[in-house]
């Protein structure tokens, strides 16, 4: 009973949040249209999320979060200094395949958005399969140290949240 009811419990609490977050006033009132809405659109859109993605290490979630902001901090950063400091010819941007052991779409999807939030680089494909996926990287000299970070840091974290 209370599946149906709430059936996608993370959903609902971001969406309260959410809600709270753009009024940018906490009163009751908005606490309860926050819930309403947190409550009625994971019933409505139940039909459509046949497989619940399973998370496996649910306290990994905010080290990655933490991780994840830190490297955006850092990143805005080098692209500063590249972009304040570098001449055009010395940029050096680069496509790199970045092959993949996620499976699960969830990840992958975390994965691609993680990807392009971090400024310097954006996710610009995924194959056909879902083996790999497609990185623009504003500036690099090593690729392989690219996608040698993406997976140690990113998709490493992320197989152990989603199994």
């Known amino acids: ?48 999320w046949p497989n619940r993605p399973s998370i496996a290490r649910p306290l990994k979630i905010a080290e990655y979060v933490l991780i994840v902001l830190w490297d955006i901090i850092v990143a805005n950063v080098q692209v500063a200094m590249i972009i304040l400091f570098k001449r055009e010819t010395e940029i050096r941007s680069q496509w790199i395949p970045i092959p993949l052991e996620l499976t699960s779409a969830e990840a992958i999807t975390v994965l691609a958005g993680t990807i392009t939030m971090t400024p310097g680089t954006v996710s610009a494909m995924l ?11 504003l500036h690099t000299d090593d690729p392989d140290a690219i996608r040698d970070e993406i997976k140690s840091r990113y998709e490493r974290r992320l197989l152990e949240i989603f199994p």
């Open 1 to 48: 009973m209370l599946t149906r009811l709430i059936p996608h419990p993370f959903l609902s609490l971001t969406l309260i949040l959410v809600w709270i977050g753009l009024v940018n006033k906490f009163t009751l009132g908005n606490l309860i249209l926050g819930t309403a809405f947190g409550l009625i659109i994971p019933m409505l859109t139940a039909a459509y």
């Open 127 to 137: 194959s056909a399969d879902g083996g790999s996926i497609l990185v623009h990287c």
